[in-house]
């Protein structure tokens, strides 16, 4: 697997949300298994591009924490998990 991001646009409705969806949950199931995925859904999100950086961060924060456990504001936050040790 690659270490690039990936990157999907298109016109609303067309199922962008679907896909990635999909993608994550169903076909790449075994590809993300010790993957982080963190899905910003910007539909939903910031009205105001002000609001956009806060909005991201939130979202990696909330999720972060929710999925995996993970509370970037504890001075432990990233974990190399097969050597068990902790970087700030």
């Known amino acids: 697997m690659t270490t690039r991001p990936i990157i999907l646009i298109g016109d609303v409705g067309v199922g962008k949300s679907i896909f990635l969806r999909h993608l994550i949950l169903v076909d790449a199931v075994e590809e993300l298994r ?25 979202q990696f924060e909330r999720q972060l924490l929710q ?19 902790a970087y700030n």
């Open 34 to 58: 010790d993957a982080i995925v963190i899905y910003v859904n910007f539909g939903s999100g910031p009205a105001l591009r002000t609001d956009i950086a806060r909005y991201v961060e939130d």
């Open 67 to 85: 999925s995996y456990e993970i509370d970037i504001l504890a001075g432990d936050y990233i974990l190399d998990k097969r050597a068990g040790q």
